[in-house]
């Protein structure tokens, strides 16, 4: 399925803590028919999933408090949130930092500055990873 | 080239692409202005904001080049200081930076408003290089971390060597 495909029937949650980086990702991903929910810290983000669940997390490492290397770990915690797409934003940039956030439970990794190109590409890769799983698992 | 001059050689590539964005920024602000495309410039402001932040963020004295008075302890002082401290802002500002732009040149392009595409797409492609430039910074500081003497590490050591101690804490303080 191509990412347009997708678009029209996702739902992001993208937990952000810069204002500015939350509001221009959030219409970039918008203006391409995604539908959007923000969260600015790691807290509002656990007691949004325990609510709802979307399509796929972006979930930015470095946040305020619980950092997103731990709220991931927690929303694998959940059986029904273990195969929730989450690909990591960061800045970490190093071989090990990208191996520390796939054992924390992130799906996939792209570091800043973020090139949207990119983040596309990963999120289509994890749904359709997650699309053949289900199929599988029928 | 030394790595010492390689990091000189970035920052005042980095310096120059800041004023080249700041001045194409503003030309392209009178543009809209004088095109009464007021609609895109809240956008152009956030650019504006993110680039006086980032400009403010790295220095005057880092990005001038003018450390050739500084000495060598002094320059791996001055850049781990931007690697602990200012590593994750940077990277969200120009991240920021160059999304804003291709966000005004998204609609300027769905908008068909052609008098205003070459200047964004201008923009756009100084963020980028910015982006890159920033990047390579970045990682040559990162692998250099490596090969400092624990002597001229700014960094406590005990327990660890100051190379251990030193990688430890530039890998974890790029958040």
């Not at chain 1, 939350?22 to 509002?44: I, N, T």
């Not at chain 2, 009464?36 to 080049?65: C, H, I």
């Not at chain 2, 692998?143 to 003497?149: G, L, R, S, Y």
Request: hydrophobic share 40%.
């Amino acid at each position: 399925m191509t990412e347009t495909e997708y678009s029209a029937q996702v739902l992001i949650l993208l937990v952000e803590d810069n204002e500015m980086n939350r509001d221009m990702l959030s219409r970039r991903l918008r203006k391409r028919g995604y539908e959007v929910v923000l969260a600015e810290d790691a807290e509002k983000a656990l007691e949004y999933l325990s609510k709802t669940l979307p399509d796929i997390v972006l979930m930015d490492i470095s946040l305020p408090g619980m950092d997103g290397l731990e709220a991931t770990r927690r929303i694998r915690t959940f059986a029904s949130r273990n195969e929730l797409p989450i690909i990591a934003l960061t800045a970490h940039a190093t071989i090990m930092d990208r191996e520390v956030a796939m054992q924390a439970g992130c799906n996939a990794f792209e570091t800043k500055p973020i090139k949207l190109a990119n983040v596309l590409l990963k999120m289509s890769d994890c749904l359709a990873a997650r699309t053949r799983f289900r199929e599988q698992n029928l | 080239m030394t790595p010492q001059g390689q990091w000189k050689s970035c920052r005042q590539q980095i310096s120059r692409l800041l004023q080249k964005i700041h001045a194409r920024t503003w030309s392209l602000r009178k543009i809209m202005k004088s095109a009464k495309r007021e609609a895109y410039l809240p956008d152009l402001f956030r650019v504006v904001e993110a680039l006086e932040k980032l400009k403010n963020q790295m220095g005057d004295r880092t990005l001038s080049g003018q450390q050739n008075k500084a000495s060598q302890s002094q320059i791996v002082r001055d850049d781990y200081v931007i690697l602990r401290d200012q590593g994750h802002d940077l990277r969200n500002t120009v991240t920021a930076l160059h999304g804003f732009a291709e966000l005004i040149g998204e609609e300027i392009t769905e908008n068909d408003e052609a008098v205003l595409l070459p200047p964004i797409q201008e923009l756009i492609t100084l963020t980028g290089r910015l982006e890159q430039a920033v990047e390579s910074y970045v990682r040559q500081l990162m692998e250099e971390q490596e090969t400092v003497a624990p002597d001229e590490a700014p960094v406590a050591t005990v327990g660890k060597t100051g190379r251990q101690e030193s990688r430890k804490k530039t890998e974890k303080d790029l958040h």
